[in-house]
């Protein structure tokens, strides 16, 4: 297996490409492709110097929530240090992770779906992700891998990616620029901080 492979339950997702996707999830392709993608953002090497040590300043918003820099910062070092791999966990792997988390979120409270911490963790046991449930600042980057499994089953693929499309994601640009369809970073792009934040 390639080193910085990560796998889950019955898939193998490689870094950079997904070669298997478990079907037990029940997805519908390209949901089941999002949530694989994320959870091979995670730990990667770190490409770029994104991340600024204790900047109060934001990462992004969903709808009215607001990602800051140190809730990216404590996120990182949690996930790195729960992992326990000597390979550097990506800023903007967790930025996605956490936009995708926050808008399934939202989707939830306007569905009146509830998700429970139970429903995620028993999503996470059989996950190489399972090391980040011990950690509360790393749980909840688990979880915000999680929730949208649990809510894109629950409403059904087709409503929530309507759902997803719908949510106004505004990313700070020196992040890079964010896919309107999917709100996660496009790879190989970046933004100019004099240039207003990408939204959708």
Not at 54 to 81: H, K, N
Not at 117 to 142: G, I, M, S, Y
Request: charged share 15%.
């Amino acid at each position: 297996m390639a080193q910085g492979s990560i796998v889950t339950r019955g898939s193998i997702v490689a870094r950079g490409s997904i070669t298997a996707v478990a079907p037990r999830l029940g997805l519908a392709r390209p949901i089941r492709a999002l949530i694989a993608g994320l959870l091979a953002a995670i730990v990667v090497l770190l490409a770029s110097g994104c991340a600024v040590e204790g900047a109060p300043s934001t990462v992004a918003y969903v709808g009215d929530e607001r990602i800051t820099q140190r809730q990216l910062d404590a996120a990182v070092a949690s996930v790195q240090a729960a992992l326990g791999t000597e390979e550097e966990v990506s800023p903007q792997a967790v930025v996605n992770v956490k936009i995708q988390g926050a808008v399934a979120n939202q989707i939830a409270a306007q569905r009146e779906i509830p998700v429970t911490d139970a429903q995620r963790d028993a999503l996470l046991a059989e996950t190489n992700l399972k090391p980040l449930l011990a950690d509360p600042v790393a749980r909840q980057v688990a979880y915000d891998i999680a929730t949208p499994q649990i809510v894109a089953q629950t409403v059904g693929t087709e409503a929530y990616l309507r759902d997803l499309q719908a949510t106004d994601v505004t990313l700070n640009p020196r992040y890079g620029v964010l896919d309107p369809a999917t709100k996660t970073i496009i790879d190989g792009q970046s933004s100019s901080l004099s240039l207003p934040a990408a939204s959708s």
